[in-house]
């Protein structure tokens, strides 16, 4: 099995977190998103106590809340002791109902309007993460306008390409996110922001991709933020209290994905940022991570019900669910890996050869090619693992299909926590 929370029952269904995905199926329905809280714990409890033993104090993983994000698991992140960032409005309203401190969120995006500055400042957002000039000058006088001074971290691109999908790379120069360094930009930006009396400098940014397999991309990119901060201190006299080096480290999807250590990688990332600091003489900052798919993508499944079988003679077979790109849209967006399992026939002998279509009117709905299955029955069950992160969020009403439940297991038990949409959801909005 993939992961540790997965096993087979006597009756040859799958479990998740103990639970039969059959039963879980036959009470919630399907497609349904399923999440084992436990999971999610573990997982946030490996990132605060590594920060808590190799960094500085007053470090913190912020779980990405566009990896996965709805109301009750703000409670969740919350009792672990992480700290959350969000990219919109949306997301803000999202942490704060499920009782998230507004303190601990930390605001991000490339193009925040003066309506989601506004929102972020009068709900009281502890840091927002500024993406260019443009920004500053808006938040300043937004925040002066209030009589506050706002915390802030400048997001700067190191120009690391940490040999990712081109798609999900964020810290090479040529991007849209941030201001670069080696351009000169980045300086011009910090000097800016030190110049500003509503603002609170606390450091730099930076995000450098997704699917991240270990500590030295990572670390390339603390040599660059602390040659960075060196010239600053030396131009502005400003030290870097916080650094948040984002996201990014990886899932396995499949068998082949390699199982990412995440204590060794922060030690070895704290060593590393210890070593530059002693250098050149310069006070160890606290560290931020943002970590999204890491927490929630090995905790999540989601189970499909199978409509039929198409064989389309000399090509190939394709089976059919009833789900497909709305509730999840990253084998169309990148073909993105995935694991199958049969969950109702878990030790009927796999050697049907398939795709895995959904029910979209789309050619490109599909959600994994060249998989082995049992011959697949009406009503047979089938889990894709992994979908914890970046599912349920990029879910979408194509075709006006309702988006599915999302069940949360945790000590055995299920309780629903997103329920399915209607069809009066899907015309909620319709005048
Ligand atoms: C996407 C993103 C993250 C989360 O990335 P994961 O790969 O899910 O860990 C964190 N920070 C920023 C700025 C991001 O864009």
Do not use: W
Not at 93 to 107: E, I, K, N, S
Not at 180 to 198: C, K, M, N, Y
Not at 287 to 301: C, F, K, M, T, Y
């Amino acid at each position: 099995m993939l992961y540790d929370n997965l096993g087979i029952n006597s009756q040859g269904h799958l479990t998740i977190g103990g639970l039969d995905a059959v039963d879980l199926a036959g009470e919630f329905g399907a497609p349904l998103y399923v999440l084992d809280e436990d999971q999610v714990r573990a997982n946030c409890r490996t990132y605060v106590t590594a920060l808590r033993e190799h960094m500085p104090q007053g470090s913190m993983p912020l779980f990405a809340g566009k990896a996965l994000c709805f109301k009750s698991l703000y409670p969740v992140l919350e009792e672990e002791g992480m700290g959350a960032d969000v990219v919109s409005p949306g997301e803000i309203y999202t942490a704060l109902a499920g009782g998230f401190p507004a303190d601990r969120l930390y605001f991000h995006g490339n193009n925040k309007t003066d309506e989601d500055i506004a929102y972020a400042l009068d709900s009281g957002v502890g840091c927002f993460i500024v993406d260019n000039h443009q920004e500053l000058a808006r938040l300043d006088e937004a925040a002066g306008r209030r009589g506050m001074r706002q915390r802030v971290l400048l997001r700067v691109t190191p120009g690391i390409d940490p040999h990712t999908l081109q798609a999900i790379n964020t810290g090479r120069i040529d991007c849209q996110f941030g201001v670069p360094i080696e351009t000169g930009q980045a300086a011009r930006f910090v000097a800016d922001a030190l110049s500003r009396e509503h603002l609170e400098v606390e450091g730099f940014h930076s995000h450098i991709g997704s699917q991240i397999f270990e500590a030295e991309p990572f670390c390339d990119a603390v040599d660059i933020l602390l040659d960075f901060a060196q010239a600053m201190r030396r131009a502005h006299g400003f030290v870097v209290k916080t650094l948040n080096l984002g996201g990014g480290f990886g899932a396995r999807y499949q068998e082949s994905d390699p199982v990412v250590d995440i204590p060794g990688n922060i030690k070895a990332l704290s060593e590393h940022l210890r070593r530059g600091c002693e250098e050149k003489d310069y006070p160890v900052p606290r560290v931020l991570l943002e970590p999204g798919r890491s927490i929630v993508a090995n905790a999540g499944l989601t189970l499909y019900r199978v409509g039929g079988v198409k064989t389309i003679e000399g090509y190939r077979s394709y089976v059919t669910v009833n789900g497909g790109m709305t509730d999840n849209p990253r084998y169309a967006l990148y073909h993105a890996p995935y694991t199958v399992l049969p969950a109702s026939r878990m030790n009927d002998p796999r050697d049907f050869r398939c795709t895995l279509a959904g029910r979209c009117c789309e050619s490109g709905d599909l959600i994994q090619e060249n998989i082995l299955l049992p011959q697949p029955r009406r009503d047979d069950l089938l889990a894709v693992l992994t979908t914890g992160a970046y599912n349920f969020t990029m879910a979408s009403n194509y075709n006006r299909l309702c988006r599915p439940a999302l069940v949360m297991v945790a000590g055995g038990k299920a309780r629903l926590a997103v329920r399915r949409q209607t069809f009066a959801d899907l015309v909620a909005c319709d005048l």
